[in-house]
């Protein structure tokens, strides 16, 4: 079945210091490919996404490219802030279907 | 305007009990959706209902049972709660089309079962 890897947490950062998250993914087809952002205490936001190949996402200084050939969207930010601190979710929804299927998340904290 | 609400924000109930979380969205999204999220923040779809109808149901304990009244509610009913039910339950919303896959999340429920 699909599924999404993402590198496990916590990602402990001094602020300004650059970001990635690494995400692959296995499913059949063309897959749209999201991150989503969940800050303490609220629910998932959309962060960006891209749905076909070499589609680059970006939102927020966040950016993530659609590599069909490593079948990865990694996440990367330039410099980071305290702001930023949150959990971050890899997702994926097939072109024939309904179901977001998630990654199991990132939690990252942004020192000062 | 809070476009995807559900209530109560928390939960705490004995086991045994009978409840339900409501969820309503003012965004007029066709699908709605029911996640748990549990304590390592993974999370598992459960349901999802397009204009009142059922379109996802996962391996879910039939104790669950969604109810859709009109496309703009999807509220979720646990019959029985076990202990092993506490999490953050989260319901969404999304449109089809070119924007599936983009869902609105409420602020999640947090059910603890003692």
């Known amino acids: 079945g699909d599924s999404v890897t993402q590198m496990e947490g916590p990602v402990t950062l001094s602020e300004e210091a650059f970001l990635t998250i690494n995400c692959t993914y296995t499913?059949?087809?063309?897959?749209?490919l999201f991150w989503y952002v969940q800050y303490p205490g609220e629910g998932l936001q959309l962060l960006l996404k891209?749905?076909?190949?070499?589609d680059k996402g970006s939102n927020k200084g966040f950016e993530a490219t659609y590599r069909k050939e490593t079948t990865s969207f990694h996440l990367e930010k330039g410099s980071v802030q305290v702001s930023d601190s949150a959990v971050y979710f890899c997702?994926?929804?097939?072109?024939?279907?309904?179901?977001?299927?998630f990654g199991g998340g990132t939690r990252v904290l942004v020192k000062p | 305007d809070t476009a995807v609400s559900q209530t109560p924000k928390y939960l705490v109930t004995q086991m045994g009990n009978d409840k339900s979380i409501k969820c309503e969205q003012n965004l007029g999204h066709d699908t709605m959706y029911w996640y748990k999220q549990d304590s390592k923040k993974f999370l598992k779809i459960m349901f999802s209902?397009?204009?009142?109808?059922?379109?996802i149901n996962e391996t879910v304990p039939n104790r669950f049972s969604p109810k859709s009244p009109d496309k703009a509610h999807l509220n979720l009913h646990i019959n029985s709660l076990e202990l092993g039910d506490s999490a953050v339950y989260f319901c969404a919303s999304s449109q089809g089309g070119n924007e599936k896959g983009t869902l609105h999340f409420g602020n999640g429920t947090r059910l603890t079962v003692t």
């Open positions: 891209a749905t076909k190949a070499d």
């Open positions: 499913a059949t087809g063309y897959p749209s």
């Open positions: 997702a994926l929804v097939k072109a024939a279907g309904n179901k977001l299927t």
């Open positions: 209902y397009n204009n009142k109808e059922l379109i």
